[in-house]
Nanobody, 124 residues
Framework: VQLQASGGGLVQAGGSLRLSCAAS????????VGWFRQAPGKEREFVAA????????DYPDSVKGRFTVSRDNAENTVYLQMNSLKPEDTALYYC??????????????????WGQGTQVTVSS
């Protein structure tokens, strides 16, 4: 499975961005997809996750109500709509896929495949 993240950029506080994560290869093996972010000097942190069907999503409190994850299985693409962006949302954003329920969906160890990351910068 290969993942390609895109859609990052520079935006003012309060603005919006939509990230995309396009999957290719053995996509039928993907159980769920997650988004993580990593700011300079900080650990990679969980941002959102969505199940294979799209019926289940999960977010940490820091982005709940502002970020929305969705997927288009016909296009093998997962989206992360980010609204009301804050300077503290500035980070390199990664999408990841997991092919089983092994490990936690909230931590990087629970994922088998990773995209290359896309930079999101929010100016104050």
């Amino acid at each position: 499975v290969q993942l390609q993240a895109s859609g990052g950029g520079l935006v003012q506080a309060g603005g919006s961005l939509r990230l995309s994560c396009a999957a290719s290869g053995r996509t039928f093996t993907i159980y769920a997809v997650g988004w993580f972010r990593q700011a300079p000097g900080k650990e990679r942190e969980f941002v959102a996750a969505i199940s294979r069907s799209g019926s289940n999503t999960d977010y940490p409190d820091s982005v709940k109500g502002r970020f929305t994850v969705s997927r288009d299985n016909a296009e093998n693409t997962v989206y992360l709509q980010m609204n009301s962006l804050k300077p503290e949302d500035t980070a390199l954003y990664y999408c990841a896929a997991r092919s089983s329920l092994s490990g936690s969906a909230y931590y990087t160890g629970g994922y088998d495949y990773w995209g290359q990351g896309t930079q999101v910068t929010v100016s104050s």
